[in-house]
């Protein structure tokens, strides 16, 4: 157990539809990433956030986007879904969000677009 | 980052070591390697990571090469718990704003009964 939570486990869903996606990093972690996991296109970082702000963006599509509350959970919300945004969602946490801190990662969301 | 290389797919006997290779060529002085390994479909897991010296900890060991264009990792005692896909990062260390961690396609370890 990494101590990184993300809710739902599961998540079926029709096209077009919107969901959130929720992480909480472990205790005292201060910056939260994101990550998509799908079949063709393997594990791509979205973006990160540190202290509330965002850090780092990677190939995250308009059509998402997350934010970092003040108790320093998570959201990603993912909006016109699309069959191909099926995926494994997992979030990570670390202390400061420096690149050589290790990264845990939560058992991650899986969602279905159908 | 620089880009790392890995077979896609290796066995190795319950017991054994498994000696897994990652080739990163293209590696700058301030890169370091990371290993992480992913069980099925879970959140990744942390190994080990290293700069240029060897490594050491209780669930593998890090071996780079002198020239750090590649590196091993190895666990000792192989159980069937160690199968998952395997993945070797090389990550900036002072470039900050660039936290990410990115995936290549990783080695798939089968450990055999």
């Known amino acids: 157990d990494s101590g990184v939570t993300q809710t739902p486990k599961h998540l079926i869903t029709a096209t077009g539809q919107r969901v959130t996606l929720r992480c909480s990093p472990r205790?005292?972690?201060?910056?939260v990433y994101w990550y998509q996991q799908s079949l063709d296109q393997g594990l791509q970082f979205l973006i990160q956030?540190?202290?509330?702000?965002?850090?780092a963006k990677g190939n995250i599509l308009e059509r998402f986007s997350a934010q970092q509350f003040p108790d320093l959970h998570s959201e990603l919300n993912l909006s016109s879904l699309e069959l191909g945004d099926s995926a494994l969602y997992f979030c990570?946490?670390?202390?400061?969000?420096?690149?050589?801190?290790?990264?845990?990662f939560g058992p991650g969301t899986r969602l279905l677009v159908l | 980052d620089a880009k790392t290389t890995q077979p896609p797919s290796m066995d190795c006997a319950e017991g054994r070591a498994a000696n897994l290779p990652c080739n990163h060529s293209?590696?700058?002085?301030?890169?370091?390697v990371y290993w992480y390994r992913q069980i099925h479909s879970q959140g990744p897991q942390y190994i080990i990571h290293?700069?240029?010296n060897n490594e050491t900890n209780e669930m593998a060991s890090l071996i780079i090469t002198e020239d750090r264009k590649s590196s091993t990792l190895i666990l000792p005692h192989a159980t069937l718990r160690d199968t998952a896909v395997y993945y070797c990062?090389?990550?900036?260390?002072?470039?900050?704003?660039?936290?990410?961690?990115?995936f290549g396609t990783g080695t798939r370890l089968t450990i055999i009964p």
């Open positions: 956030y540190y202290n509330g702000e965002e850090r």
């Open positions: 290293g700069l240029k």
């Open positions: 990570a946490s670390s202390v400061l969000g420096v690149p050589t801190e290790t990264q845990y």
């Open positions: 990062i090389v990550r900036v260390a002072s470039n900050f704003g660039n936290e990410k961690l990115t």
């Open positions: 205790s005292g972690d201060l910056s």
């Open positions: 293209t590696i700058s002085g301030n890169e370091y």
